[in-house]
Nanobody, 117 residues
Framework: QVQLVESGGGLVQAGGSLRLSCAAS????????MGWFRQAPGKEREFVAS????????YSADSVKGRFTISRDNAKNTVYLQMNSLKPEDTAVYYC??????????WGQGTQVTVSS
């Protein structure tokens, strides 16, 4: 199993940028699909983006396409989420995951992102 620790969240004004990082430990990181989910207050958790083990294939939710970019560095056991042109509706707790996106096997503790208008 992969252990995950997110960082990089914070408070930013609308239109700003943040970069989330997810440090992973565990031998299976380099072979795992990695993803990001988010959960806003009062809403269900939703998929944000994912990346295959090789980094060759990425998927993003329609709500973040063109603004968010997922990437990974297998040598550093880290996955990133670059978030640009942030909107107040992007405010949520962001979670890093490992494993199939339909049923991740590991979740991080989450990092808060707050976008002010």
């Amino acid at each position: 199993q992969v252990q995950l620790v997110e960082s990089g969240g914070g408070l930013v004004q609308a239109g700003g940028s943040l970069r989330l990082s997810c440090a992973a430990s565990g031998r299976t990181f380099s072979s795992a699909t990695m993803g990001w989910f988010r959960q806003a207050p009062g809403k269900e958790r939703e998929f944000v983006a994912s990346i295959t083990w090789s980094g060759g294939t990425t998927y993003s939710a329609d709500s973040v396409k063109g603004r968010f970019t997922i990437s990974r560095d297998n040598a550093k056991n880290t996955v990133y989420l670059q978030m640009n042109s942030l909107k107040p509706e992007d405010t949520a707790v962001y979670y890093c995951t490992a494993g199939p996106i339909t049923r991740p096997s590991s979740w991080g503790q989450g990092t808060q992102v707050t976008v002010s208008s």
